[in-house]
Structure formats: C-alpha cells, structure tokens
C-alpha cells in the first residue's frame, strides 16, 4: 500500500508563489521518478514536471522558468516550487508516483491565483 500526501496550496496573487510537498509512504516499493500533473475545470490533466531518482527533471513548456522540481529521496518526497504564477496555474494539483511496477496518484490539492 502507498499513500501520497500533499500540502501547499492554496490561494495566491498573480506574481506570486507557492510552494507544493508530496510524501511518499508504504511498503514494498521502489521509486522510479516522482512528478506534478494539474488538471483545470474542463481540460484534461497534462504533465507540470518530473524528476528521477537521479535527478533528471522535465519540464512542460508552460512553465518552464518558473516552476522547479526538485526531491529528497530519504524521504521519498517531491517538491514544486511555482513563481510568478498565472491565473491560467490556477488548476488542481496532483502528485505521481512513479514505481517499479506501478503508479500511483495523490488525492491533488487546489491551486488557484486570482486577485
């Protein structure tokens, strides 16, 4: 069993940031690459960014520059720090856990940026 548990978000200014947490927890799994996907009302929900265990991160050109990804693998979490956000961020956020064998999604938190 694993259970992904999010924090940060919240309401934000345009210009302003946030920053996104997901835990990993549970047994008997390896993590392959942890990642951010958003989903915004009526649109599907596309990739923000990923990284590896190695440390390898890829971007969606949207918010390429202004978001980083980054992870501390001893506590099998990822962050998302989002500057200079849009109100078109403004989305439900869900973190990936990419495993040897399977995925698994978080319950998403709700982003939104709006003055």
């Known amino acids: 069993q694993v259970q992904l548990v999010e924090s940060g978000g919240g309401l934000v200014q345009p210009g302003g940031s946030l920053r996104l947490s997901c835990a990993a927890s549970g047994s008997r799994f390896s993590v392959r690459a942890m990642g951010w996907y958003r989903q915004a009302p009526g649109k599907q929900r596309d990739l923000v960014a990923v990284?590896?265990?190695?440390?390898?991160?890829n971007y969606a050109d949207s918010v390429k520059g202004r978001f980083t990804i980054s992870r501390d693998n001893a506590k099998n979490t990822v962050y998302l720090q989002m500057n200079s956000l849009k109100p078109e961020d403004t989305a439900v956020y869900y973190c990936?856990?990419?495993?040897?064998?399977?995925?698994?999604w978080g319950q998403g938190t709700q982003v939104t940026v709006s003055s």
């Open positions: 990936k856990l990419f495993a040897l064998g399977f995925d698994s």
């Open positions: 990284i590896t265990t190695g440390g390898t991160a």
